[in-house]
Structures are given as C-alpha cells and as structure tokens.
C-alpha cells in the first residue's frame, strides 16, 4: 500500500525556519511530481511549491525566495525548507505525490502538517 507522510511542522516565531518532510513509501516505480500545498482556515487549498521529477521547480509569488523545495530520489522524499517566515504563512500544509505505482498513475495526498508562525 502506498502511503504519503509529512513531518517537520510545528509552532515557529516570525522570522524563523522549519523543514518539512513528506515520504513517500510502498511500490513506487518512479515519481512524476511532488508538490507542497497549504490550507489556511477559511481559505482554498492552494500550491505552494512543486518540483518535478527533472528537478523543475515552481513556487507561489507569495513564497519566493523564503521558501526552497528540494528532493531526495532514492528516499522518495521531498522537503520544503521554509525561511523567514510570516504569521501568514500559518496554515496545514499537505504533500501532494504524482506517483507511477503498480496499478498505474495515481495521485496521492498525506494527511497534512500544521505550520503555526507566532509570537
């Protein structure tokens, strides 16, 4: 069974830095992408960063140069190094796997990991 996990998430002052993990485990052939989204309370889901399997990536206006997502190929995991960071950038963050898995291309999303920035 596949399974997206993230991890790193946790309460931060504004200005600082966390690190987020997401893994990806089970029988995966390849990965196509692997993406970052943010959920704020009342607001849409909405991306923050993405990376493909080449290395391009793409990030939010909101979010460049604070924020570098990079990935670990052989450890099917992706993290979001996330710097100077705002009260607004609270929000659960969720990882997003564009998968080539034994039934085919499938898309995956983790159970999401709370970023609180405040003082």
């Known amino acids: 069974q596949v399974q997206v996990v993230e991890s790193g998430g946790g309460l931060v002052q504004p200005g600082g830095s966390l690190r987020l993990s997401c893994a990806a485990s089970?029988?995966?052939?390849?990965?196509?992408?692997m993406d970052w989204y943010r959920q704020a309370p009342g607001k849409q889901r909405e991306l923050v960063a993405a990376i493909t399997r080449g290395g391009t990536t793409n990030y939010a206006d909101s979010v460049k140069g604070r924020f570098t997502i990079s990935r670990d190929n052989a450890k099917n995991t992706v993290y979001l190094q996330m710097n100077s960071l705002k009260p607004e950038d609270t929000a659960v963050y969720f990882c997003?796997?564009?998968?080539?898995?034994?039934?085919?291309?499938?898309?995956?999303w983790g159970q999401g990991t709370q970023v609180t920035v405040s003082s």
């Open positions: 997003n796997a564009d998968l080539s898995v034994v039934a085919g291309r499938r898309n995956y």
């Open positions: 089970g029988v995966i052939f390849s990965i196509y992408a």
